[in-house]
């Protein structure tokens, strides 16, 4: 009997083996279902608002050209004070402080532009690049396991969620299972050993059978 029961408990060690690995394997892919759906929806808010924030980022690029036109035309006025003083070194002295005042504007307003630029070409590329995210996000949800596999990229987000709530439920089941086979190893264990076992893992509950059995006068286990 005491033979059976530890062959018994060997393979509910085995048996939760496979459910744990079973379940891990189960919970990487929600990870994975729930990054492709964070990057869908990503993509999804991208391009929604896109032209909201083409006509914006447009509109500071005008603004800041504008106001660059602005200073430049008082760079060229505070030019044109420094030719008039001529030979008046307090007139020549106030314009030529005009002058690098007026320079310093068009340096920073030169900047604005040049961020605003860069801010409209960033915004560009994006919407060539981003987009193009979703083939790949398909193909990756196809690797996925699911009943319910993405027809198309526009389905991708409503998948995620068909596919987070079906492994939800399929490691539910398998932690279920995994503590029934957890209380019948330590219900094994404690009847091997004489004492109870509850509250160790399967493999503890094994190693604790083990120990006792081998010790057991005249009694030499099988070691796996």
Do not use: C, K
């Not at 924030?53 to 006025?77: C, K, M, P, T």
Request: zero cysteines.
């Amino acid at each position: 009997m005491d033979d059976r029961a530890l062959s018994e408990l060997r393979d509910l060690e085995r048996r939760d083996s496979e459910l744990s690995d079973r379940a891990a394997e189960l919970r990487r892919l929600d990870d994975e279902v729930a990054s492709i759906r964070s990057a869908a929806e990503a993509v999804g808010a991208f391009v929604a608002g896109l032209p909201e924030e083409e006509a914006r980022r447009s509109a500071e690029l005008g603004a800041a050209a504008i106001e660059l036109g602005e200073r430049r035309a008082q760079l060229a006025h505070a030019e044109q004070e420094i030719a008039r003083a001529g030979a008046d070194a307090e007139a020549r002295d106030a314009a030529e402080r005009a002058r690098a005042r007026a320079a310093d504007h068009v340096a920073v307003a030169q900047a604005r532009v040049d961020r605003a630029e860069a801010a409209v070409s960033d915004l560009r590329r994006d919407a060539e690049q981003v987009p193009a995210q979703l083939p790949v996000l398909l193909e990756r949800a196809t690797r996925v396991e699911s009943s319910t596999p993405p027809i198309d990229v526009s389905s991708l987000v409503e998948w995620a969620s068909h596919a987070h709530a079906e492994l939800f439920v399929a490691v539910r089941q398998l932690d279920a299972q995994r503590e029934r086979v957890i209380r019948e190893a330590n219900e094994l264990a404690s009847m091997l050993i004489g004492e109870a076992t509850y509250g160790a893992t399967v493999t503890q509950a094994l190693a604790r059978a083990e120990a006792h059995w081998v010790s057991a006068p005249g009694q030499v286990s099988d070691r796996r």
